[in-house]
């Protein structure tokens, strides 16, 4: 059997500084520590479980935060951005997901580091009308190719979107006060409560319990840039309709599809963003 996992920075225990999240930061490698720590927690609790193969998709920023002299032999490292799929590249013929780290969706009140794939370029996402975050989004990506995501470890505040998947196990590795602030538990209590969510989601995969979250054909995407300028990038491509100021959407055949032209718009905007900072 092959498990997936992908693995954030800002959901993580502990983190709480724009420090602990770039390669420059003071507190980079307190954040990398961490990730790599419960990341090999869940990749030996996975194999320990049957599995044999662990795919691990690090997933925040330049996409190298890991440590890779610290992953077990069964396990095989996805590094480097950008790339295709993002966040969970390399997910397909898996048996199973596993999310670390994961935040809240853009706007969410007290939750560290809320956005949506880009803070600096991206105020909402809208798949047929349901608010996505990145847990979202990524599990219905998931769900085309059958894959249930059956474990989500991170920030308290993506409770709320476990309502559509009311089947994971919720791991919550942090309660925020603010934007900027929170609280964890200890790293072995959260260590331990990792374990026990990823056996109990591996015998409801085996009941047949665990269910990919499937979403409705074609699918219609809406996206809120926070910046007029990236909205008139976007619009450049003639299947997006521009429908504000900062507003656009667009019709995709398939959720592949869908996260593709998505990620081709918020490369699009940071490429506006660098062009008109110089």
Request: proline share 5%; glycine share 6%.
């Amino acid at each position: 059997m092959k498990a997936f996992i992908s693995i954030d920075l800002e959901g993580l225990p502990y983190i709480v500084s724009r420090e602990h999240l770039f390669v420059k930061g003071s507190l980079y490698k307190e954040a990398r520590e961490i990730a790599t720590r419960l990341v090999k927690t869940a990749a030996e609790e996975l194999n320990r479980l049957g599995f044999e193969e662990v795919i691990v998709a690090d997933s925040h920023g330049p996409m190298v935060n890991v440590i890779p002299e610290e992953m077990p032999e069964f396990v095989s490292l996805v590094r480097g951005f950008p790339r295709p799929l993002s966040m969970v590249a390399f997910a397909k013929n898996s048996d199973i997901a596993i999310f670390l780290g994961y935040h809240a969706k853009a706007g969410t009140s007290r939750a560290t580091f809320d956005h949506t794939y880009s803070g600096s370029t991206i105020d909402k996402v809208i798949i047929n009308d349901i608010e996505v975050s990145e847990f979202l989004m990524n599990a219905m990506l998931l769900g085309e190719w059958n894959i249930p995501v059956g474990v989500l470890g991170g920030d308290e505040a993506l409770r709320e979107d476990t309502k559509l998947t009311p089947w994971i196990e919720f791991v919550p590795f942090k309660r925020a006060s603010g934007r900027y602030s929170s609280i964890s538990p200890s790293l072995k209590k959260i260590e331990e409560e990792l374990r026990g969510a990823i056996q109990r989601a591996v015998n409801k995969l085996k009941r047949g319990e665990l269910r990919p979250l499937k979403t409705e054909y074609p699918i219609k995407v809406r996206v809120r840039f926070l910046n007029s300028a990236y909205a008139e990038v976007a619009e450049l491509l003639p299947f997006v309709e521009r429908t504000s100021g900062k507003e656009i959407q667009y019709v995709a055949k398939s959720m592949e599809e869908a996260y593709k032209i998505f990620e081709a718009l918020v490369f699009a905007a940071a490429g506006v963003s660098y062009i008109t900072s110089r």
